[in-house]
């Protein structure tokens, strides 16, 4: 089970973007997408069969998971995450701060 998984906001703890908020678009092994952070120029060639458009297309990057941290509303910061495991044995993820769930 990840920390961190496809649809959390989070917040940037490093890097170019930080402090930046955003939500995760997807997860790939040790690294995150997040909207709006991480904004690269990426030069296309154009596509006629998949009819894509040649020129400059901003895109997000994927960043790595240990620089974004998951955005506590209560708080309002960025806070680790720990598991909490029940009685029936599912595995549930919790602020370390409060021990609220996620």
């Known amino acids: 089970m ?19 908020k955003g939500d995760v ?18 030069h296309t060639k154009p596509n006629p069969q998949a009819g894509q458009p040649g020129g400059v297309i901003e895109r997000e990057a994927p960043i790595h998971i240990s620089n974004v941290m998951l955005f506590n509303p209560a708080s309002g910061k960025g806070e680790r995450v720990a598991f909490k495991v029940l009685e029936d044995g599912r595995k549930l993820r919790v602020f370390r701060s409060s021990g609220e769930a996620i």
């Open 2 to 20: 990840n920390r961190i998984r496809k649809g959390d906001q989070v917040v940037v703890t490093a890097g170019k973007d930080k402090g930046k």
């Open 25 to 42: 678009i997807r997860v790939a092994g040790d690294k995150v997408v997040v909207s709006n952070v991480n904004i690269v120029k990426r």
